[in-house]
Structures are given as structure tokens and as C-alpha cells.
Nanobody
Framework: QVQLVESGGGLVQAGGSLRLSCAAS????????MGWFRQAPGKEREFVAGISRSGGNKLYADSVKARFTISRDNAKNTVFLQMNSLKPEDTAIYYCAGYSGTYFSVPRRTMEYDYWGQGTQVTVSS
């Protein structure tokens, strides 16, 4: 029943920036821990960043820490991923995901998340 729709992907040169958005349907957005994952061709889907229900706790993969920032606006049912200093190795399909369980801490495992968007392509040229 819950739908997530990503937007904001595109093609940028190395060193550039993009801001991804994920819009959620329904009125229970604030009850979900939200995360961003990415998947490059031939590789497993990996955790990028996550944010707690109120937005007070954030978790990042080491590969993107200090470059990416996750945020959310519960009034607008939207989660964002600001990506700066992009590198060619950031090229992937980026997925928005929601966790509806009872964990307090942000999960890192793909299998923990219940709802997924269809993804948005991010391509970083060298």
C-alpha cells in the first residue's frame, strides 16, 4: 500500500552535486525509519544512509560520510539525499526504502526494509 517515488537523479561530472528526493504516499511517514541504498551493475545493493523517525539520528556508509547528507521533512512525507563531491564510483541506481518495524536504531541490512521505490539513476562521469 505504501508507495515511494524517487526523483532527482541524473548525469553529473565528478565533483558535482545532486539532491535526490523520495516522496511517500500515505500519512504514516513519520513512523518509518528511512534509508537510501544503491546498486551498481554486477554488484549487490548496499546501504548508503539512514535516518530515524524524527530525523534526530543519522547513519552513513563510510564511503559517503562527509560527502552525503540525509534529511527528512515529515510534514511533506519526503526524505532527501544531498550528494556532494560526487565520484565515478558513486554511479548506481539509488533506491529509497522504508522500515516499518520496531527497531530504534537505523538498520543497515537491505532485508530489514519493507518498502522500496523503483530507483533513480545517478551517473557520475570522469
Amino acid at each position: 500500500q505504501v508507495q515511494l517515488v524517487e526523483s532527482g537523479g541524473g548525469l553529473v561530472q565528478a565533483g558535482g552535486s545532486l539532491r535526490l528526493s523520495c516522496a511517500a504516499s500515505g500519512r504514516t511517514f513519520s513512523s518509518y525509519i528511512m534509508g537510501w541504498f544503491r546498486q551498481a551493475p554486477g554488484k549487490e545493493r548496499e546501504f548508503v544512509a539512514g535516518i530515524s523517525r524524527s530525523g534526530g539520528n543519522k547513519l552513513y556508509a563510510d564511503s559517503v560520510k562527509a560527502r552525503f547528507t540525509i534529511s527528512r521533512d515529515n510534514a511533506k512525507n519526503t526524505v532527501f539525499l544531498q550528494m556532494n563531491s560526487l565520484k565515478p564510483e558513486d554511479t548506481a541506481i539509488y533506491y529509497c526504502a522504508g522500515y516499518s518495524g520496531t527497531y530504534f536504531s537505523v538498520p543497515r541490512r537491505t532485508m530489514e526494509y519493507d518498502y522500496w521505490g523503483q530507483g533513480t539513476q545517478v551517473t557520475v562521469s570522469s
